[in-house]
């Protein structure tokens, strides 16, 4: 299994960024996938999650109404569209899959908010 994330950069509040995660190694289709994050200092925190058919969707509070999962099975891509973004948004955010049993993590792509 291998997720490679990419899209992170510097941007001032207010603005946009498109996370990919690029996958392979396993039938990316059939699992959910994960977005996680990370700011310094603290502990990894779950953003998002997209189940295998894009069906069902879920937010951590701190995101609802900002960012926005989504997939495309052909491309085994996830994305991240993050909006209105502030400077506590600034982490490295990590793509996740969980399969067979194990987690699976990305690198990770580092987001910056600041102006």
């Known amino acids: 299994v291998q997720l490679v994330e990419s899209g992170g950069g510097l941007v001032q509040p207010g603005g946009s960024l498109r996370l990919s995660c690029a996958a392979s190694?396993?039938?990316?289709?059939?699992?959910?996938m994960n977005w996680y994050r990370q700011a310094p200092g603290k502990e990894r925190e779950f953003v998002a999650v997209i189940r295998w058919s894009g069906g069902s969707i879920y937010y951590a509070d701190s995101v609802k109404g900002r960012f926005t999962i989504s997939r495309d099975n052909a491309k085994n891509t996830v994305y991240l569209q993050m909006n209105s973004l502030k400077p506590e948004d600034t982490a490295v955010y990590y793509c996740?899959?969980?399969?067979?049993?194990?987690?699976?993590w990305g690198q990770g792509t580092q987001v910056t908010v600041s102006s």
């Open positions: 996740n899959a969980k399969v067979a049993g194990t987690s699976y």
């Open positions: 190694g396993f039938t990316f289709s059939s699992y959910a």
